[in-house]
Nanobody
Framework: QVRLVESGGGLVQAGGSLTLSCAAS????????MAWYRQAPGKQRELVAS???????NYIDSVKGRFTISGDNAKNTVYLQMNGLKPEDTAVYYC???????????????WGQGTQVTVSS
């Protein structure tokens, strides 16, 4: 069993900052990548940023220069530093991880429960 636990969401004024954290735990053999998605009301879930075990990163255009994803491979943890937040960043943010569990030799994707980020104007 693999669990992803997120923390760090909340309410912030436009221009403010928040840092999200996501820790993977349980029966983990290896973690190939971790990522942050978000879903705003009435919209589809979208990939915000991703981080691989080789420390490669990728961002959606709308957050480039404002958000930074980083990770601690030893702790199976990923962070999302969000600066210059805008009202349009308001969404539920979900952690996603591509994990090989100890019960399998193939990877699968796991999701966290989500954390609300609300940016007021």
């Amino acid at each position: 069993q693999v669990r992803l636990v997120e923390s760090g969401g909340g309410l912030v004024q436009a221009g403010g900052s928040l840092t999200l954290s996501c820790a993977a735990s349980g029966s983990i053999r290896s973690v190939y990548s971790m990522a942050w998605y978000r879903q705003a009301p009435g919209k589809q879930r979208e990939l915000v940023a991703s981080f691989t075990s080789a420390k490669a990163t990728n961002y959606i255009d709308s957050v480039k220069g404002r958000f930074t994803i980083s990770g601690d491979n030893a702790k199976n943890t990923v962070y999302l530093q969000m600066n210059g937040l805008k009202p349009e960043d308001t969404a539920v943010y979900y952690c996603n991880a591509n994990v090989v569990s100890t019960s399998s030799w193939s990877s699968r994707y796991y999701w966290g429960q989500g954390t609300q980020v609300t940016v007021s104007s």
